[in-house]
């Protein structure tokens, strides 16, 4: 199948603008998979809560989706994308799936970066995997990588490819994604944008370098740094399928058992307890035997 993202400089505030101009820049793909970046329609960078009203859509009968709708049908490939979100007087940073029948779910970010945190509500949808035919996805938003838990469960629920619509502004997860798909064998598209938001004097640039990495954590496609683009190439999802290293078969192989602490809250993990090294001296007690 073809996978791709779009990569681009939105304009703040400017909506229908920055829909039109990936709509244009979607013209004729060949792609069954695009994925565009967060926030894509709005910009990032906002100020006060009043523009976060003034900009949110409803999911999924506002503006955006009902665009991405149309260039859906029109070139027969799924989109997510980053849009924002008002839904009973909240608003979230959110990623719509759209297909050729039209809106299909939405993912709400769960991990909010920074000053997020003022404007959005966490995610409160849990992390899914969908079958759009030709690949198993799931959708993750940005900072959402810096936690290994949620590529992790995503690939565990049979996700082949991880969407990952990105505002990108620090320099890792570029360098870092690879790694998380080599663990879990899985495809990965982090499709960024570029530009600056320059708001009140105050300016957030964003480092582009969207990229598509494979299940042994090759960079198999990259953007520039500045530029707009749009990239698509062709995958296998199967080869996501595969999940061994040598004669290890790293899903039969794992021990959740022993993985309590990824599930437990702070109050839990303040209540292990190290063991004292001072103390604790029976192995070499018996040895000394
Ligand atoms: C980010 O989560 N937009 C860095």
New binding site residues.
Partial sequence: MNIGYIQMAPRFGHVEENVAKVRLMMDDTTADLLVLP?LFNTG?FFKDFKEVAELAEKIPDGFTCRELAKSAKEWRCYIVAGILEEADGMYYNSAVLIGEEGYIDHYR?I????D?KTYFAPGDKPLKVYDIKKAKIGIM????WIFPEVTRSLALMGAQVICHP?????PYCPKIMPSRCFDSKVFAVTANRVGKDVRQGETLSFIGQSQIVDPEGRIIKRAGADNESIDVIFINPKDADKKTVSKNDLWADRRPEFYSPLTMDAEALAALKPVDAQTNLSVDKYDII
Avoid: G, P, Q, R
């Fill in positions: 967060e990032y970010k991990h909010l970066f920074d997020e938003i940005c900072f959402d990105s505002n990108l502004v620090l």
